[in-house]
């Protein structure tokens, strides 16, 4: 009987330790973190409190309330119930700008930390093009059935918004009257299901030269959501394409570091993107074609900035490749349409040959100082997340170059032979991912010079 009592008594100061103990760690686990801010920028991981629950951010925000935007695709997971006080604020840094960079400047090749592997289902390096699917042009119209296989990713031209500011994303194809032999949309979805099963990819490019969208609310940014999100079920899609041209992204003044933006047409395009992946998970496909103002120009100068009239598009695609860093597949600047852009030696680099080409891909696999600001520094991209975009024809846009060095250019930067002039910062890269063009349609004009060049030539590099 003693010994019973004894044991009952030890349990029960045992019991009652373990509740102490587990009190007092789910006090210290669910201390209210520092108070949401409607001014504040907040990345990541970010945790901050309001009406009583702490909330993680799960991408970058700015204004959004936690307690109305915590739901399954929204920015804020909500932790649960808090009490007592947190840990202060997390600071943003943001470095100031310098002036453009001198010739000597030699970035050291960084790589963003942590980055996951590619989407499956790509080849090592791949065929990438635009199908005329919604207009027609001088090059005529191409079923999707009758794209070649050689083609691994697809990008469908264009799906447009309803105007600039909706958000409104609508795709349709191409009117008959417009483009004669244009197949039905169940045929276009039975031909696009034939290649998926194929393992060809096919993606939403939205936007192009007349397809200027303008996230500049938050309720543009979920129409925006809602309608990509309806044509790529419609349709049976692998993902999206952005071509935003024009003035879709313009930095706003003072807007001055890429990591941490505060426009809201980049910080809505940022947050939408980031839930159409959260929607459709790992397997969705993102790739970007920006032109070359809107990304290498960033070495020079950055939006505004302290230049004085410098138009607040230069390198205004740098946040948005930054925070979708993580989630991109494959981007593909235009290496065409493009003036003059100085390269990480200093040297200016025209349209026209190899070292265009070579130039411009090397400052993303080498990553650059932005605005000369060696303080913040775009990070270099995965190889497997680089192609550039050349034209597939004289008529396709300016800054067509011969198959010859177009794969003089890929040599450079896969293999690190037959340079020329300029030395790559980025040393080798056997997993470059390929070459984009404009278009499938004017390759099809011009008896698929582009396709019959460069496809076997890709394969053959291993």
Request: hydrophobic share 40%.
């Amino acid at each position: 009987m003693r010994r019973s009592v004894l044991l009952a008594a030890a349990a029960a100061l045992a019991a009652a330790c373990s509740t102490v103990y587990v009190a007092a760690t789910a006090s210290a686990a669910v201390a209210c973190a520092p108070a949401w801010s409607a001014t504040t920028a907040y990345v990541k991981d970010n945790v901050v409190s309001k009406g009583g629950n702490n909330y993680t951010a799960k991408w970058w925000t700015q204004g959004e309330d936690p307690v109305l935007k915590s739901g399954q695709w929204d920015v804020w997971a909500n932790n649960g119930a808090c009490g007592g006080t947190g840990n202060p604020s997390p600071s943003v840094t943001r470095p100031s700008s310098s002036p453009s960079p001198s010739a000597s400047a030699s970035p050291t090749p960084s790589t963003s930390p942590g980055t996951p592997p590619p989407v499956g289902g790509l080849p090592k390096h791949a065929l990438i093009g635009y199908l005329h699917a919604s207009f027609a042009n001088g090059s005529g119209y191409l079923r999707m059935a009758d794209v070649p296989a050689e083609w691994d990713i697809i990008n469908l031209a264009f799906g447009e918004p309803t105007s600039a500011t909706s958000g409104d994303i609508q795709f349709r194809l191409c009117p008959a009257t417009e483009c004669p032999g244009v197949e039905s949309d169940a045929e276009f979805v039975a031909a696009i299901r034939a290649k998926r099963a194929a393992g060809k990819k096919v993606l939403l490019s939205i936007g192009g030269a007349n397809g200027q969208v303008q996230l500049t609310t938050t309720a543009a940014r979920d129409r925006f959501v809602s309608s990509v999100g309806a044509i790529i079920d419609k349709y049976g899609l692998d993902g999206v394409d952005v071509d935003f041209e024009g003035h879709s992204l313009s930095l706003n003044t003072g807007d001055t570091d890429f990591r941490n933006p505060t426009t809201p047409v980049i910080v809505n395009l940022i947050s939408a993107l980031k839930s159409l992946k959260a929607r459709y998970g790992a397997g969705f496909v993102l790739t970007m074609a920006p032109e070359t103002f809107f990304v290498q120009l960033g070495y020079q100068y950055y939006g505004s900035g302290p230049w004085g009239g410098q138009d607040p598009r230069a390198g205004s695609y740098l946040p948005v490749i930054y925070a979708l860093r993580n989630d991109l597949t494959v981007l593909h600047v235009q290496d065409y349409n493009s003036g003059s852009i100085m390269g990480l030696d200093g040297q200016y680099h025209s349209m026209g040959g190899a070292d265009f080409h070579i130039a411009m891909t090397d400052m993303l696999l080498a990553g650059f100082p932005v605005a000369g600001n060696t303080a913040n520094m775009f990070p270099a991209l995965r190889e497997d997340q680089i192609a550039f975009g050349a034209p597939s024809s004289v008529s396709a846009g300016n800054g067509y170059v011969a198959p010859a060095a177009v794969q003089q250019a890929v040599n450079c930067l896969v293999k690190g032979t037959n340079c020329g002039s300029y030395a790559p910062r980025s040393g080798t890269n056997p997993n470059f991912r390929g070459l984009m063009t404009w278009s499938i349609n004017w390759d099809n004009f011009y008896s698929w010079e582009f396709k019959n060049s460069h496809e076997p030539f890709l394969n053959a590099l291993g």
